[in-house]
């Protein structure tokens, strides 16, 4: 089993800027594995953000975050993170971590390519 603990959601103001983190443990988790971030707005499905490989060199975005979020990771410290600067009123959502079981592939933006779940982090952003 693979445990997520999503942390650094707050409310901010437009423009402005918040740093998510992940922190994945269990015995099963390995730092091969791709790690994803999903939002969701309420009353909208679960949307994809950004994925990286377990090396951490490839990563893709949402057009939408594209140029505004960026992706890291510790595989030090099994964390993920997600940069998130330029916040829009529309990127207010819960975010969630999700790990694959698996290598990275950028075909994997899909709530069902991915077999773990943290329990999300409220991002909130006012105009």
């Known amino acids: 089993q693979v445990q997520l603990l999503e942390s650094g959601g707050e409310a901010v103001q437009a423009g402005g800027s918040l740093s998510l983190s992940c922190a994945a443990s269990g015995p099963t988790f390995s730092n091969t594995y791709a790690v994803g971030w999903f939002r969701q707005a309420p009353g909208k499905e679960r949307q994809f953000v950004s994925a990286i490989s377990g090396s951490g060199i490839s990563a893709n975005y949402a057009d939408s975050v594209k140029g505004r979020f960026t992706i890291s990771r510790d595989n030090a410290k099994n964390t993920v993170y997600l940069q998130m600067n330029s916040l829009k009123p529309e990127d207010t959502a819960v975010y969630y971590c999700?790990?694959?079981?698996?290598?990275?592939?950028?075909?994997?933006?899909?709530?069902?390519?991915?077999?773990?779940w943290g329990q999300g982090t409220q991002v909130t952003v006012s105009s």
């Open positions: 999700a790990v694959k079981r698996g290598l990275y592939r950028v075909r994997y933006t899909s709530t069902s390519d991915y077999d773990y």
